[in-house]
């Protein structure tokens, strides 16, 4: 990061920037520096390089207005494809884009799709449908599809999207499965190999009673799936145990067998793992452990299931279980030793000397609980700065008395206790810990917190965060944090990006994170300025700003997520708004919003400052007249 830093301070300008930065250390740039403004961005440059997709939006809009060969950019650049761009493309051209996506198997997020989904259909469906981002077709229904091919082909295309883009419980995703099984005529809960082929990753959403009653034919599609509930979880394993699959009763698996069944490995049970050959299970655990992508808790839960369940309290070291240094080098060591076992043999001046190493295996909290005591026994009074960030899994133990033993002095000691993911109360002992010594909220510091623990801080830390760190910091999104936070980052966010105000759509891709403080008239000039904002940063908006939008304002903003504002409607703040309109500005839209006020009838404005006592009496006395006012008007417009 200091040597980027370095560079950027040198460079003067994002092209050189990009050109001298090492390829290896481009995710450091912060994305506020990869405005090109003016600049031509160089195409090859910026292909060499691997960018988030933070970092790539930032350009992209720059970049194809640069290339007119879409074939030519890596997927590196195109995962920063951005809605605002949408608008200055002619259709064609736009899904010529969309097609070179899919080419290149570029990996978009939800508000990227649904956004493609939208300008690729603008102009009606198009009948070369397959040649788009299957990924794409998520936010599309078998009816869009239906002129260009079968229910079948379509739902064999969604099976072979990430249906994980979808919240689980959506109505969205709900309704893909309901429409896929009435599609593949399936009555039962018996799904055919030759069907579960089509469902692909649709299978993932069955219930328990398809996975019991399908004797093993789902379970390569469950292979693939990133998360299940208890009832499927259960389910899988008993039909593991049975032995009534193709891969037999567990006593009979082969390495070749556990490969197959890899991603389902997190589920196996002790019953399961107590009857896998320990002569193939554990040179395979060794390797799968090795390049596991499963999280250490869901590993650690594998290696509770590994150890004995009744364990001898060892008073001392068995001869066999000296702990030698190959012992620690071996990332298999927590299944050797159950957690009496380590108190007993592990010596604390081997596990001080060893500690970042040990703490990538993934020991029990049992074991881990073991291990904090051994610090605590070598350091009473506190552990000294090169223990903390090597503290690991451990510091999940620590407590907030042990905290206030320690003294944060650096930004990178905070790094690296915040990467553990304490919990919050915990988190924000750490943060007023680093504070309360006078140092400063600076780049790391502010990256360290991020998004997860921002709403941590306090009102005085708060006001700490200066505009030029928050500029180089990465994206901080406050939109689940109290109104007071937002309202105090807000300012600071639109000072820090100030001199990029003119360079659409980079300066929104800045300001994004932070609107959810943002004043209305802030609101109406972006929407000005054809952003396309989706719908779930529009419903994060501060209420009292979006009630002084006019229809006209939320037309601008949402451009063409604008339809997704009837999916709203019964929600804050959109309902609070369509409450306040007239129904006549509201068919404007023309997305079939109702509620609003009838013509006809009286409507009072939004007052956004707080009233007074004072401020009420003159409203007060009016709404006593009031009935008066109305019959006099009556009687008057009777006798005439």
């Known amino acids: 990061m200091a040597l980027v830093e370095k560079i950027a301070s040198a460079a003067g300008s994002p092209v050189n920037l990009v050109k001298y930065v090492p390829n290896s250390l481009a995710n450091y740039i912060p994305k506020s520096l990869l405005a090109f403004g003016n600049e031509k961005p160089s195409v090859q440059e910026l292909n060499q390089k691997l960018w988030s997709r933070e970092q790539a939006a930032m350009f992209f809009n720059d970049v194809i207005k640069t290339e007119s060969n879409f074939s030519r950019l890596s997927p590196s650049v195109l995962q920063g494809f951005i809605c605002a761009a949408a608008n200055e493309m002619e259709t064609e051209r736009f899904q010529q884009l969309a097609k070179v996506m899919k080419q290149k198997n570029v990996e978009l997020g939800e508000d990227q799709l649904s956004c493609l989904a939208k300008r690729v259909t603008l102009n009606g469906i198009p009948e070369d449908l397959d040649n788009y981002p299957k990924d794409m077709l998520l936010f599309l229904s078998p009816s869009d599809y239906a002129g260009t091919g079968s229910c079948q082909q379509y739902f064999s295309n969604i099976g072979e999207a990430n249906i994980d883009l979808l919240q689980r419980d959506s109505p969205q995703r709900k309704q893909l499965l309901v429409e896929a099984l009435a599609c593949l005529k399936i009555p039962g809960t018996l799904v055919s190999e030759e069907n579960a082929e089509v469902l692909g990753h649709l299978v993932c959403d069955l219930g328990e009673e398809y996975i019991r009653n399908s004797s093993g034919s789902l379970l390569p599609q469950l292979n693939q799936c990133q998360s299940f509930v208890p009832s499927q979880e259960e389910a899988i394993r008993n039909v593991l145990s049975s032995g009534s699959t193709q891969f037999g009763p567990p006593s009979k698996w082969s390495a070749s067998t556990l490969n197959e069944l890899s991603g389902l490995f997190r589920l196996f049970d002790r019953n399961i793992l107590q009857k896998i050959p320990q002569t193939v299970l554990t040179p395979w655990l060794k390797s799968f452990m090795h390049d596991s992508p499963l999280p250490r808790e869901q590993l650690a839960s594998i290696v509770k299931n590994l150890l004995p369940s009744r364990r001898k309290r060892a008073a001392e070291c068995p001869a066999d279980k000296t702990i030698t240094e190959e012992v620690v080098m071996d990332e298999l060591m927590p299944i050797y030793y159950t957690p009496e076992e380590l108190q007993a043999c592990l010596q604390g001046v081997t596990l001080v000397t060893h500690l970042a190493l040990m703490m990538q295996y993934p020991f029990t909290d ?275």
């Open 366 to 640: 049992q074991q881990l609980a073991v291990l904090k005591k051994k610090l605590d026994e070598m350091y009473p009074n506190g552990y000294p700065d090169k223990i903390i960030p090597n503290l690991g899994a451990i510091s999940s133990f620590v407590t907030i008395d042990d905290i206030k033993k320690w003294n944060i002095t650096s930004a990178d000691t905070l790094a690296f206790l915040l990467s553990n993911e304490p919990p919050n109360e915990q988190a924000a002992v750490i943060i007023t810990k680093y504070t309360d010594l006078g140092n400063p909220l600076n780049v790391t510091a502010l990256n360290a917190i991020g998004t997860r623990y921002i709403c941590l801080l306090t009102e005085p830390q708060l006001k700490m965060i200066e505009p030029s760190n928050l500029k180089m910091a990465k994206s901080l999104d406050p939109s689940a944090c109290p109104q007071s936070t937002k309202d105090i980052l807000y300012p600071k966010a639109k000072q820090a990006f100030s001199d990029q105000r003119n360079q659409f759509p980079a300066y929104y891709n800045l300001i994004k994170p932070y609107l959810s403080g943002a004043p209305g008239e802030d609101l109406r000039a972006l929407s000005k300025d054809n952003v396309n904002m989706d719908i779930g940063t529009f419903m994060s908006l501060k209420k009292d700003s979006v009630l002084n939008l006019t229809a006209d304002n939320i037309k601008g903003l949402l451009g063409l997520n604008l339809d997704d504002l009837k999916n709203q409607q019964y929600n804050s703040p959109a309902k609070d708004w369509i409450r306040l309109q007239r129904q006549s500005e509201l068919n404007k839209l023309d997305i079939g919003l109702t509620g609003g006020i009838p013509d006809g009838y009286i409507s009072l404005p939004p007052k956004v400052e707080k009233p007074t006592s004072a401020s009420l009496r003159p409203i007060v006395r009016v709404f006593h007249l009031l009935p008066a006012l109305l019959l006099s008007f009556l009687l008057t417009s009777f006798l005439s």
